[in-house]
């Protein structure tokens, strides 16, 4: 079982509009969660990270946190044609695994025009 | 420029051919990492070290190879090919607050085997 599930989209988002992408985890010691962009080809580039239960916002993005819930979950508003990649989420697992860090498989984001 | 360099960017060769491919940072980064990523299974985790000469297994560690001699360099080996190491190949490093930092990445090295 993989500790940390995504949907795999993809999820076709009209131009303008906001982009709700959303990520479990398994692991209730996990204390920190990123949110990474891919484009195809492309190596993965970090865009958010959350550590505290609530939403943090950053420009067009927003990440929203659900310890008790074990949830993730990343807004775009105002999407734009440029914002169509695949998205990763990302967590280093608690305990003694100070080395791990599992990614979800990605949820595939088309912003059509 | 801060950054992790990965070479080759592009491999191929052939069953059974040692290769090395090379990762550097020159962000004075504890931690380093390597991944394969394939279509339909996402990032995996081959090996990782946290700093000199402490590695650990991934969760894809067979058939490969890594060593931490330098803080800057992380080598991943491949003593012995095979096909099913084709794969898209990223390096990563972060500083010691891995929970708070993540992992930044390489540009990666795409390997065919055949």
């Known amino acids: 079982q993989k500790e940390v599930e995504q949907n795999s989209g993809p999820l076709s988002v009209p131009e303008g509009a906001i982009a709700s992408l959303n990520c479990t985890y398994s692991?209730?010691?996990?204390?920190?969660f990123f949110w990474y962009r891919q484009y195809s080809g492309k190596s993965p580039e970090l865009i958010m990270s959350i550590y505290s239960n609530g939403d943090k916002e950053d420009g067009r993005f927003t990440a929203q946190l659900n310890k008790a819930s074990q949830y993730v979950s990343l807004l775009i508003r105002d999407s734009q044609p440029s914002d169509s990649a695949t998205y990763l989420c990302?967590?280093?697992?608690?305990?003694?695994?100070?080395?791990?860090?599992?990614f979800g498989a990605g949820t595939q984001v088309v912003v059509t025009p | 420029e801060a950054q992790v360099t990965q070479n080759p960017r592009y491999l191929i060769t052939v069953t059974g051919k040692k290769l090395t491919v090379t990762c550097s940072q020159n962000m004075n980064h504890e931690y380093m990492s390597w991944y394969r990523q394939d279509p339909g299974l996402g990032l995996r985790q081959i090996y990782y070290?946290?700093?000199?000469?402490?590695?650990d297994k991934g969760d894809v560690p067979e058939g490969y190879k890594v060593s931490r001699k330098e803080k800057r360099n992380f080598p991943l080996i491949l003593e012995s090919p095979s096909p099913n190491q084709t794969s898209l190949y990223f390096c990563?490093?972060?500083?010691?607050?891995?929970?708070?930092?993540?992992?930044?990445f390489g540009s990666g090295t795409r390997l065919t085997v055949v």
């Open positions: 990563a490093s972060s500083p010691r607050q891995l929970t708070n930092y993540g992992y930044t």
């Open positions: 990302a967590s280093p697992p608690g305990g003694d695994s100070w080395g791990k860090f599992q």
């Open positions: 692991d209730r010691v996990s204390q920190s």
């Open positions: 070290s946290m700093n000199v000469e402490v590695t």
